[in-house]
T-cell receptor, first 114, second 110 residues
Framework: GAVVSQHPSRVICKSGTSVKIECRSLDFQATTMFWYRQFPKQSLMLMAT?????????EQGVEKDKFLINHASLTLSTLTVTSAHPEDSSFYICSAGGGDTEAFFGQGTRLTVV | DAKTTQPNSMESNEEEPVHLPCNHS???????IHWYRQLPSQGPEYVIHGLTSNVNNRMASLAIAEDRKSSTLILHRATLRDAAVYYCITNFGSNYKLTFGKGTLLTVNP
């Protein structure tokens, strides 16, 4: 089946620095991808919808200047956490597909800000 | 968005069937019913989805009520590897957004 790959799987960064997470659709083209954040023992919270060739759509309460999303090609979306702080430490997950077909999720990226 | 209600947790014994319920009383006529599961520190994994008719695949079966206000995910023979959080999702926006509820934590006893 289709695969969505995320990289890196784990990252530790210093407070104030930026971190980029990549999400690739390996064998299909995805005009739309989604980014989620998951805190320990909680469910996935949708952060934004990444649209190929246009601006991302952010959910209410998500700072678009802090979580920069770029979807420059049909197989790659990136999420950059800018000026990261310890409270940004979380599990970030991307996905593609859904609706009347199955959605495919990346393996997730564990971000730790120290 | 259509909301779903699932039990917080369920427990099963290995090699026994498991029936995971989900209520979605506000589902619209064109919303699909999806089930995903998530193991710790992993992204969700697709299990099954359907619209009106019952569905079967190699992982599970999905039984959809005639009025579509509820559904049941059936694992025919639970294994230890089936222990996970199971999410039932029915709301899809124009961009196929998946909105996750709290899900059901399934524990499988050996």
């Amino acid at each position: 089946g289709a695969v969505v790959s995320q990289h890196p799987s784990r990252v530790i960064c210093k407070s104030g620095t930026s971190v980029k997470i990549e999400c690739r659709s390996l064998d299909f083209q995805a005009t739309t991808m989604f980014w989620y954040r998951q805190f320990p023992k909680q469910s996935l919270m949708l952060m934004a919808t990444s649209n190929e060739g246009s601006k991302a759509t952010y959910e209410q309460g998500v700072e678009k200047d802090k979580f920069l999303i770029n979807h420059a090609s049909l197989t790659l979306s990136t999420l950059t956490v800018t000026s990261a702080h310890p409270e940004d430490s979380s599990f970030y997950i991307c996905s593609a597909g859904g609706g009347d077909t199955e959605a495919f999720f990346g393996q997730g990226t564990r971000l730790t800000v120290v | 968005d259509a909301k779903t209600t699932q039990p917080n947790s369920m427990e099963s014994n290995e090699e026994e069937p498991v029936h995971l319920p989900c209520n979605h009383s506000t589902i619209s006529g064109t919303d699909y019913i999806h089930w995903y599961r998530q193991l710790p520190s992993q992204g969700p994994e697709y299990v099954i989805h359907g619209l009106t008719s019952n569905v079967n695949n190699r992982m599970a079966s999905l039984a959809i009520a005639e009025d579509r206000k509820s559904s049941t995910l059936i694992l025919h023979r639970a294994t230890l590897r089936d222990a996970a959080v199971y999410y039932c999702i029915t709301n899809f926006g124009s961009n196929y957004k998946l909105t996750f509820g709290k899900g059901t934590l399934l524990t499988v006893n050996p």
